[in-house]
């Protein structure tokens, strides 16, 4: 309807309109109707081509993206940082993966930390596909990794088991003076909770104590979720009651002997 009212208007050939109309189809999932306002655009700039790319990667047409990225360079056309932003989330092979990483090398989006947000997106693709040890050397390459680059590949190797190389890169992260933020400690509460160490999880817990993240409810829950995977059920308590907010909480508390799993409201000073 709203592209019926636009053509009857004779805004159709309008380049900014046929891209918003190219977008609008594509967020309500006509790839059909994309590829047709893409098809019939008097103009297409590197705005349009993005916005088809963008189309085809929200279907995860991955080898319909590489088509569309070579039709745009043969006019002359150099896909920008943002193309592949959206390109690596859709790679669905690691094959797909390091063919876009290889194209975005060699047109120089992946040079030094020029483009930051970009390498974040390689590293996601390769901790994705189960490559974490990749994404490590990406780290271990830049020049100021940020706290996002470290937990990324924290949470790439407790994703996959590897609880050892998850500390290890962890207290890496530590060494390097980088701020820690409750998000940081996310992947190294999970990775506590499955290792079952509990002079590590106590030493993680101190940490959020002493970086002002405990009081988070997420890292609460995280918390005693941790210290019940390592059967220190007073801990686990001493957490659950030094929440200061209301929240929902999943708690495992012993009586006569047995351990039951109960659910608690909570307002806790």
């Avoid at 780290?139 to 996002?148: A, K, T, W």
């Avoid at 790439?156 to 890496?172: D, I, L, P, R, T």
Wanted: net charge negative.
């Amino acid at each position: 309807m709203l592209h019926s009212h636009v053509t009857h208007l004779g805004f159709q050939v309008d380049v900014y309109v046929q891209t918003s109309l190219l977008d609008m189809y594509s967020k309500c999932g006509n790839l059909v109707s994309s590829r047709k306002v893409f098809d019939e655009m008097s103009e297409r700039g590197v705005v349009s081509w993005t916005s088809m790319i963008t189309t085809y990667c929200h279907f995860s047409l991955v080898d319909e993206v590489v088509s569309v990225i070579n039709q745009m360079r043969a006019l002359g056309l150099e896909p920008s940082s943002t193309t592949f932003l959206v390109l690596f989330p859709a790679c669905s092979s690691l094959l797909q993966g390091l063919s876009t990483q290889c194209c975005a090398f060699k047109m120089g989006l992946l040079n030094g930390d020029v483009e930051v947000p970009l390498t974040h997106s390689v590293m996601g693709m390769l901790v994705k596909h189960c490559q974490t040890h990749e994404a490590r050397a990406i780290l271990e390459q830049m020049q100021e990794p940020s706290v996002i680059s470290w937990t990324t590949v924290t949470s790439g190797y407790v994703e996959a088991g590897h609880m050892k190389e998850a500390f290890s890169v962890f207290n890496q992260m530590r060494r390097k003076t980088i701020s820690l933020d409750y998000v940081s400690f996310f992947a190294i509460i999970s990775a506590c909770s499955q290792h079952g160490d509990l002079l590590v999880a106590s030493t993680v817990h101190s940490l959020t104590i002493k970086t002002g993240c405990e009081g988070e409810d997420a890292i609460d829950n995280l918390l005693v979720s941790m210290y019940e995977k390592c059967c220190d059920l007073v801990s686990a308590r001493r957490v659950f009651d030094s929440s200061c907010e209301w929240h929902f909480c999943v708690f495992i508390d012993v009586q006569d002997n047995k351990i039951y799993r109960k659910k608690e409201y909570a307002h806790l000073n």
